[in-house]
């Protein structure tokens, strides 16, 4: 009993002698506390290099793939064909009149096609009664969309406005459908930019072109 007891005490005193001391754990957390501001010091300077704002961060980042399908050039060219060509065969019909505004608002499209279509019958031009709107719908403008078979239609409705929009208001009209052109580089000391007679001389030598007009712009 007194050999166990005796080993038991010298056990105790090796494992009180392989404790570190108090003065030993504080040196290891200083020399730990020092390691630790060492690499805070490094990745700060790091990102001090890399930049100094999230902005310029972002700048440099990779753009987020697109999830959406990718349109080849030869499908985009064909859907603006196609709403150049719908554009063409419509004529948008300018009410200019509150009431009449007000009135066409109550109205289902099949009934203001139904009315373009009656005025068209009233025309006195029989080339006109021979046209038909296929749809019609007003606008949040107030104005009135209506869409025909053909450009050649839309085009000669334009034309002949007054052959036929009085029926469906009295001060309607038809908005004109114009391009702009700008030309640049002309010499124009050979004759007189800010003549009329000049500008009426272009609008004859291109008379195949409706409706035009010219405007010098310096």
Not at 4 to 17: I, Y
Request: glycine share 4%; aromatic share 4%; with cysteine.
């Amino acid at each position: 009993m007194l050999l166990n007891m005796r080993e038991l005490a010298q056990k105790m005193v090796g494992v009180t002698a392989s404790q570190p001391s108090n003065a030993d754990l504080l040196t290891a957390i200083q020399a730990i506390r020092g390691k630790v501001d060492v690499k805070t010091d490094e990745i700060m300077q790091s990102v001090s290099k890399v930049g100094s704002s999230w902005a310029e961060v972002a700048a440099r980042a990779p753009p987020a793939a697109s999830k959406g399908p990718t349109v080849s050039p030869t499908v985009l060219e064909a859907q603006r064909a196609a709403e150049a060509s719908k554009k063409s065969k419509e004529i948008i019909v300018k009410l200019n009149d509150p009431d009449a505004i007000k009135q066409y608002r109550d109205k289902s499209p099949a009934q203001i096609a139904g009315l373009i279509n009656a005025a068209l019958q009233a025309s006195p031009n029989p080339q006109l009664r021979t046209y038909q709107v296929l749809a019609a719908k007003q606008l949040r403008s107030g104005d009135v969309c209506a869409s025909f078979a053909s450009e050649a239609c839309a085009q000669g409705l334009r034309q002949r406005q007054s052959e036929w929009i009085g029926s469906i208001s009295p001060r309607a009209t038809v908005n004109r459908q114009t391009y702009g052109v700008l030309i640049h580089g002309v010499n124009i000391e050979s004759f007189d930019a800010t003549s009329s007679e000049t500008r009426a001389q272009i609008v004859r030598q291109n008379n195949h072109v409706h409706d035009l007009e010219v405007v010098w712009l310096a």
